[in-house]
């Protein structure tokens, strides 16, 4: 019988289901599963089901020589060495689509969380700071309007999709940008930094690769409007976290709603935790029950299929196939 590791406790039944066809151990926790478990765990195993903290790199995956499958948890794969993988001829699933429209709603709650200088609010009010000689008046608590505004979005698959259809409800102008131009209806296509320079907001929509790695460096984020206001819920090395703390710092940026850093968790050092006007998440743009539980589902179904000899349903490296 296949020996099937799954690195963390997964919701749904589907997982359950796929116990039954195969003999399949699961990391009990608490927290993650630490670097060496894993290694441990794949030097055995003829298939991995992993999130996105597991680091499966070609090291790794040159101690796991019975492994022919791995399922991670997530529609991003730059925590997995593809060529890597492929090369030895293991399928990697993953799991997009279920996550677009959770994904979609935390950009747009950043966005306007960073406009309206909603958690600097919440942090006045629970201070003790919201008094009498310090209250409502014409210029207290000033934020910016979302109708009218530009939003541009870096990089235009379904998640930017799905964010466009938000702001176009706001009454946002939308612009974007995506590296093989796609006809989107109601985003007006332009070059990357045409985007950065029209935009009051800019939201992040790219994978992370070596061609999107830095692809907001400091060069690009000074091409931003003076003010605008910057969102990034896809991955955190896409964006110079140092350049961007400089540019919040010095005004030159007027806001940011980050859900993802170059490392995670954010260390307590980042710069980020001292920028002004910076809402900072934990990496929840897919956080909701509903969606875990779907990503789960279709994580045992990429799982099943190999485990059956079939192509999973949705495979990043479908060339293993041959
Ligand atoms: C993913 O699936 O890649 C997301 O980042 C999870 O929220």
Same mark, same amino acid.
């Given at each position: 019988?296949?020996?099937?590791?799954?690195?963390?406790?997964? !919701?749904?039944?589907? &997982?359950?289901e796929l116990g039954q066809h195969c003999d399949m151990a699961?990391?009990?926790?608490?927290?993650?599963?630490?670097?060496?478990? *894993?290694?441990?765990?794949?030097?055995?195993?003829?298939?991995?089901?992993? *999130?996105?903290?597991?680091?499966?790199d070609a090291g790794l995956l040159a101690s796991a020589p019975?492994?022919?499958?791995?399922?991670?948890?997530?529609?991003?794969?730059?925590?997995?060495?593809?060529?890597?993988?492929?090369?030895?001829? &293991?399928?990697?699933?993953? $799991?997009?689509?279920?996550?677009? +429209?959770?994904?979609?709603?935390?950009?747009?709650?950043?966005?306007?969380?960073?406009?309206?200088? &909603?958690?600097?609010?919440?942090?006045?009010?629970?201070?003790?700071?919201?008094?009498?000689?310090?209250?409502?008046?014409? +210029?207290?608590?000033?934020?910016?309007?979302?109708?009218?505004?530009?939003?541009?979005?870096?990089?235009?698959?379904?998640?930017?999709?799905?964010?466009?259809?938000?702001?176009?409800?706001?009454?946002?102008?939308?612009?974007?940008?995506?590296?093989? !131009?796609?006809?989107?209806?109601?985003?007006?296509?332009?070059?990357?930094? +045409?985007?950065?320079?029209?935009?009051?907001?800019?939201?992040?929509?790219?994978?992370?690769?070596?061609? $999107?790695?830095?692809?907001?460096?400091?060069?690009?984020?000074?091409? *931003?409007?003076?003010?605008?206001?910057? &969102?990034?819920?896809?991955?955190?090395?896409?964006?110079?976290?140092?350049?961007?703390?400089?540019?919040?710092?010095?005004?030159?940026?007027?806001?940011?709603?980050?859900?993802?850093?170059?490392?995670?968790?954010?260390?307590?050092?980042?710069?980020?935790?001292?920028?002004?006007? $910076?809402? *900072?998440?934990?990496?929840?743009?897919?956080?909701?029950?509903? $969606?875990?539980?779907?990503?789960?589902?279709?994580?045992?179904?990429?799982?099943?299929?190999?485990?059956?000899?079939?192509?999973? !349903?949705?495979?990043?490296?479908?060339?293993?196939?041959?």
């Open positions: 019988m296949s020996h099937v590791y799954v690195t963390h406790r997964l !919701p749904g039944e589907r &997982i359950a699961c990391w009990p926790g608490p927290g993650l599963l630490p670097a060496d478990a *894993l290694r441990a765990a794949v030097s055995e195993a003829d298939g991995l089901v992993c *999130l996105l903290t597991d680091r499966i019975r492994l022919r499958f791995i399922s991670s948890l997530s529609v991003g794969l730059d925590h997995v060495d593809l060529a890597a993988a492929t090369a030895r001829g &293991i399928a990697v699933g993953h $799991t997009p689509g279920v996550l677009v +429209d959770a994904t979609a709603d935390t950009a747009f709650a950043l966005l306007l969380a960073a406009a309206r200088r &909603i958690a600097e609010a919440d942090a006045f009010v629970r201070a003790g700071d919201w008094r009498p000689e310090n209250a409502w008046s014409p +210029d207290f608590f000033l934020g910016r309007d979302l109708a009218g505004a530009t939003l541009g979005l870096v990089g235009l698959g379904a998640i930017a999709r799905a964010v466009a259809r938000r702001a176009a409800a706001f009454g946002m102008r939308v612009v974007g940008w995506n590296r093989s !131009p796609r006809d989107v209806p109601g985003v007006e296509q332009l070059p990357l930094d +045409d985007v950065l320079a029209e935009s009051d907001f800019v939201s992040v929509h790219v994978a992370l690769a070596p061609e $999107t790695r830095g692809l907001l460096d400091g060069e690009r984020l000074a091409r *931003l409007r003076r003010g605008a206001v910057l &969102i990034n819920t896809a991955r955190g090395g896409i964006v110079d976290e140092v350049a961007l703390a400089e540019a919040l710092a010095s005004g030159r940026l007027g806001a940011a709603g980050l859900d993802v850093y170059e490392r995670e968790p954010l260390a307590a050092g980042s710069p980020l935790l001292s920028a002004p006007n $910076t809402v *900072l998440t934990p990496h929840i743009g897919s956080a909701t029950a509903l $969606t875990r539980r779907r990503m789960a589902d279709l994580a045992a179904a990429n799982a099943l299929a190999a485990l059956r000899g079939e192509r999973m !349903p949705h495979c990043a490296n479908p060339e293993v196939y041959g």
